[in-house]
């Protein structure tokens, strides 16, 4: 019978990061380990389960079955064992920890920004570290813990997170204050349908969007002169030149040089919402973050 004695929670750790990474040296990475100390775990893990574990390839190591089979109770007792250690209460004035959140930069200006003000008054001793957003890896980064939270959008946010809305945005018609068509207040849909127009394309090189949808609902169309991958660029970029764009309200708060005139469409908006993964819904601090977005983010 297997000695339960000769199981401690590092090396359960050095497992769940084995199984998640593929890799002794990039398990060691992520624990703050060397490779020897990591490669000694996992001996250790296979005399104790009886069973290689792992085998080499030459795309790094993949699990046996055996150790596909233990991977999900794996990771449910790690997650058990986190909760448990938490405090039962949580002090904002006084806590001491960093809090992941990925965003794209829209989400960085229009979300975190204002929610950064309020957390360096209530809380200074929690340190954010903001990352770019990848649709396709996001639920496995919440589930390993290099991400605690994600802005996304409820369309593009799997089915295995928690989610909370945030707010509603709508998209308004930009330009220059000194723009030749800004003192009108307003735009016909032949003046809009003249002008240059620009968008982002978080993909890159799009020149289509949703108000070229709007568009020719209505039998009509635009040019699009410039596609850029961020939305803080072409803040900038409509400064400085003729184009008029389609943009988020929420951007273009406490921004100068611009105006906002009335468009002759309407393009539809999109909501903005916070995911998390399961492990982190029960814990104090992450439940008071949470909260503190949610209240920074209601604003408008």
Known sequence: ???????????????????????????????????????????????????????????????????????????????????????SHFEPASAKMSWAVAATDYALQAVLVPFLQALRQQAPGIRVIARPIDDHSVSRQLEQG?????????ETTPADLRLRNLYQEEYVCVLRAEHPVAAAGQLTLDAFCELDH???SYSGGGLRGATDSALEALGRSRRVALSVPSFLVLVEVLRSSDLVAM??????????????????????????SMAWHERTHSDPAQHWLRNLMLATSSGG
């Open 146 to 154: 290099t991400l605690d939270l994600a802005l996304m959008t409820p």
């Open 247 to 272: 943009v988020p309200r929420r951007l273009l708060r406490d921004m100068t040089g611009l105006t906002v005139v009335q468009a002759p469409i309407t393009v539809p908006g999109f909501t903005k």
């Open 198 to 200: 620009a968008l982002v």
């Open 1 to 87: 019978m297997t000695d339960l004695r000769k199981l401690d929670l590092n090396l359960l750790k050095a497992f769940a990061a084995l199984l998640d990474e593929g890799s002794v040296t990039r398990a060691a990475a992520r624990l703050s380990l060397t490779q020897p100390a990591v490669s000694g775990m996992l001996a250790r893990l296979r005399e104790y389960f009886d069973d290689p574990l792992f085998v080499r390839t030459s795309h790094g190591i993949v699990p046996t079955v055996r150790a596909s089979e233990l991977a999900p109770l794996l990771k449910r007792i790690l997650a058990d064992i986190e909760v448990m250690l938490q405090p």
